[in-house]
T-cell receptor
Framework: DTAVSQTPKYLVTQMGNDKSIKCEQN?????MYWYKQDSKKFLKIMFS???????INETVPNRFSPKSPDKAHLNLHINSLELGDSAVYFC????????????FGPGTRLLVL | LAKTTQPISMDSYEGQEVNITCSHN???????ITWYQQFPSQGPRFIIQ???TKVTNEVASLFIPADRKSSTLSLPRVSLSDTAVYYC??????????FGTGTKLQVIP
């Protein structure tokens, strides 16, 4: 069984489109995250949710809107996609915040043309 | 937030022990030191975590001196499959987890 899963794995789209990436974890964790890894491989946290509540919201354009329908899911919706949004997006989860181990999904490779 | 500094890249021959050192001069009392490994096209994977002295598991050892301002990840007898990026993180409490640039380890046959 996959602990943290993301769909889709690859996403190619045109500038200006709206797209969503879904994330699900079956570990029973309370905290979920979204990270962005750019072409230079820097891994930056975007959002963190704890028990469906937004905990961390980094300086991310408001075109990015996370949504947590329940503790096991954290989806990422992106409006008006731009070329600079091209990156790999990773979802992760942990039992709690802080020093708890994070479990990462396989990533979604987004290419905006 | 405690910032970490680690070498950008390292090369090692197969079968050698590899030590990757990370500096975290402003580590706080309740911070833990955690290392992750990332293979190409995969998400990071937890390797080891420690607070002080030495921690060992089936994958690696983590050495932390008494002042905790640095730590060393030790990988015994590396193989080609250990080629990856290794991230050192300092985490604690409810502060966000910040990944640095990582160390790209290339194992050479």
């Amino acid at each position: 069984d996959t602990a943290v899963s993301q769909t889709p794995k690859y996403l190619v789209t045109q500038m200006g489109n709206d797209k969503s990436i879904k994330c699900e974890q079956n570990l029973g964790h309370d905290t979920m995250y979204w990270y962005k890894q750019d072409s230079k491989k820097f891994l930056k946290i975007m959002f963190s949710y704890n028990n469906k509540e937004l905990i961390i919201n980094e300086t991310v354009p408001n075109r990015f809107s996370p949504k947590s329908p329940d503790k096991a899911h954290l989806n990422l919706h992106i409006n008006s996609l731009e070329l600079g949004d091209s990156a790999v997006y990773f979802c992760a989860s942990s039992l709690a915040q802080g020093q708890e181990t994070q479990y990462f999904g396989p990533g979604t490779r987004l290419l905006v043309l | 937030l405690a910032k970490t500094t680690q070498p950008i890249s390292m090369d090692s021959y197969e079968g050698q022990e590899v030590n990757i050192t990370c500096s975290h001069n402003n580590i706080a009392t309740n911070d833990y030191i955690t290392w992750y490994q990332q293979f190409p096209s995969q998400g990071p994977r937890f390797i080891i975590q420690g607070y002080k002295t030495k921690v060992t598991n089936e994958v690696a050892s983590l050495f932390i001196p008494a002042d905790r301002k640095s730590s060393t990840l030790s990988l015994p007898r590396v193989s080609l499959s250990d080629t990856a990026v290794y991230y050192c993180l300092v985490v604690g409490g409810y502060q966000k987890v910040t990944f640095g640039t990582g160390t790209k380890l290339q194992v050479i046959p």
